[in-house]
């Protein structure tokens, strides 16, 4: 019996093949176009469409609007390419099965035009399908670099493949493959680690979410970003200049791009960051020559949001930039709103011969050839047979063990670690009891938020449930109520969420005025106060640090908490390691394994329950 995706893929698939057909005798069944014969090589079905296709249907496909400012009419229209969501852009209500529904409505539009070439849709799934309420929430990268566990990765890859699978969303813009050099940046958390073999190591994300070959089941586009050298711009400064050498460029920052498309990643995104002055998105010499050239990439490059913009360092696009961009070699271009300016900015640059005819056939190439590969003109609405992973038992189960596994002892005095689940226990900080603040930015909106923002288990909740049912858990978010009864105190505390520039911290890098007295006020109990920090990035903690009996870096873990809990008790062994050397205080800044300065603890440190 056939279910009701299955009825309309076929359904889709049929249409396409009796509207896009060649000739053949009278009453027989016609021929469909090579171009839509699976049993061609992708090869060749690239060059019979290549081939059908105008210079607007080519420039369509290039183009990749926002959904909220482009129609259905549109896309069947333009012969749009792709569409993204943004950062927190989701359907109402933010359910799996509207998103399911609102790709297969985008999906059918670019099904109804003249070639019925299928579009490609876009999500930031940066830590699982993180802008689908109740979708699986992993920790972020950071926290994974900490594991030292490439498997890992690779199974968090396939896991939020399967979620994004079940809502049709077949691209995702991770994994970053950035390597943080200063802290200071509001996107360290992005980063696996300061040194290139953690980011490079962990490439099995694209592994994980592509699968064996694309077009498996569940297999969906990834992406390495940011090329290149995002992670060490002057000061941390998130779109800002990195003003190194080339050698250092590619000692350091280009490894896991090479890395990434030695696994096959099928698109790799541009960064909004300068090399020595010059805008990486009109820079030719490092995407055509090194990323396309040198490194051998296949796959099809992408801008960054508005990415074009920025090239002249003026508001809004020129004809000369749209010019600039496709001839360093992007590909396709996030256009969000000013999409049909783009189409006739390039349309003019291409008729005036500023970008050869050459240029615009090799990205279509390349971006068919990705369409093709994924199987989208076989299969090109959503899977909602893996609806039911979304969120699912499995999938928390594995990022349960992913937090666990992330979870970093730095400081344990007197083997205050690990609880016993009888101790009477006092719970504080304003990162206890949220998944909001857990699980930092991009997480169901771009900046993220605090509160209740999506189903998950709390930090307190995992202790609650880790610690025997006759055993007295107490929680005050300011530390209020403690008294000297208690076997120890928990104060879970941190960042409150942030995404990209929003991040940036150009001054001191400590805990806020409120979660210093929460743990102050834990002190004055005279009980063993443990500090769990939940932050995207070390700390300037080294003050503090001698009042306080045991320290965990959690970093940012996602929904679920317990996974942090099974470490305080002893449930799982704390093995992560600093992916990241910790400052000694803000002014060290930057600071990173091998060059020379004391830090408060080095890279790769991070103690057993044993030493």
Request: aromatic share 6%; net charge negative.
């Amino acid at each position: 019996m056939l279910n009701s995706s299955m009825k309309s893929r076929l359904l889709v698939s049929g249409m396409v093949c009796a509207l896009v057909a060649c000739g053949g005798p009278v009453g027989a069944e016609p021929a469909p176009a090579p171009y839509l014969d699976p049993r061609s090589s992708v090869e060749d079905r690239v060059d019979d469409l290549l081939g059908r296709m105008s210079l607007d249907d080519k420039l369509g496909q290039m183009t990749q609007p926002e959904r909220r400012f482009v129609t259905p009419e549109e896309i069947t229209r333009y012969g749009i390419g792709s569409v993204l969501s943004s950062g927190g852009s989701a359907p109402s209500p933010n359910t799996a099965a509207k998103w399911a529904d609102m790709y297969d409505g985008l999906q059918r539009a670019a099904l109804a035009g003249r070639l019925r070439v299928p579009i490609m849709y876009g999500v930031d799934a940066v830590h699982g399908h993180n802008t689908v309420v109740g979708a699986t929430i992993f920790p972020h990268n950071i926290g994974l670099g900490a594991s030292r566990d490439p498997g890992l990765v690779r199974e968090i890859g396939a896991a939020t493949a399967a979620e994004m699978a079940g809502t049709g969303v077949d691209w995702n813009f991770a994994p970053c493959v950035c390597v943080v050099r200063n802290d200071r940046w509001g996107r360290t958390y992005e980063s696996f680690g300061e040194v290139p073999e953690l980011p490079s190591m962990m490439t099995t994300m694209v592994e994980g979410l592509q699968g064996e070959e694309l077009g498996g089941p569940a297999s969906v586009l990834a992406t390495a970003k940011h090329f290149v050298g995002d992670g060490g711009t002057a000061g941390g400064d998130d779109r800002g200049d990195a003003r190194i050498s080339e050698k250092e460029l590619r000692a350091v920052h280009l490894p896991p791009f090479q890395a990434a498309v030695e696994r096959g990643v099928g698109s790799v995104m541009i960064s909004y960051s300068s090399w020595n002055g010059v805008k990486m998105h009109r820079n030719r010499y490092l995407i055509n020559d090194v990323l396309k050239g040198e490194l051998g990439f296949t796959g099809f490059v992408v801008s960054d949001y508005k990415g074009i913009d920025e090239i002249d360092g003026r508001a809004g696009f020129t004809r000369e930039e749209v010019a600039a961009a496709i001839n360093a070699g992007i590909d396709m271009v996030m256009v969000p709103t000013e999409w049909r300016r783009f189409i006739e900015y390039l349309r003019e640059m291409v008729k005036g011969g500023n970008v050869p005819m050459s240029r615009i056939d090799d990205a279509n190439r390349r971006i068919l050839t990705k369409k093709f590969e994924l199987g989208l003109f076989e299969r090109p609405l959503a899977d909602r047979s893996y609806l039911k992973t979304v969120g699912g038992a499995a999938h928390r189960e594995l990022a349960r063990r992913a937090v666990a596994g992330s979870q970093v002892l730095l400081k344990n005095d007197g083997d205050v670690l690990p609880l016993d689940d009888d101790d009477k226990i006092f719970v504080a900080g304003g990162s206890a009891d949220d998944v909001g603040m857990q699980s930092g930015g991009w997480t169901i909106t771009w900046q993220g938020g605090p509160g209740p923002i999506t189903p998950g288990t709390t930090i307190l909740d995992g202790i609650r449930k880790a610690a025997d049912p006759s055993a007295t858990v107490a929680y005050s978010k300011d530390g209020s109520g403690i008294d000297r009864s208690y076997d120890a105190a928990i104060a879970v505390v941190g960042e409150k969420p942030y995404a990209e520039y929003h991040g940036d911290r150009t001054g001191d890098l400590g805990l806020g005025g409120e979660d210093l007295k929460t743990i102050d006020r834990l002190r004055a109990a005279g009980v063993p106060v443990i500090v769990v920090l939940v932050s995207g990035r070390p700390m300037d903690i080294a003050a503090q640090l001698p009042g306080w009996d045991a320290l965990v870096a959690a970093w940012l873990p996602g929904t679920e908490g317990a996974g942090v809990a099974d470490v305080l008790y002893g449930e799982a062994e704390p093995t992560g390691r600093l992916p990241v050397t910790w400052m000694r205080d803000s002014a060290q800044q930057p600071v990173n394994r091998g060059d020379g300065k004391k830090p408060l603890f080095p890279f790769g440190f991070g103690l057993g329950y044993d030493d």
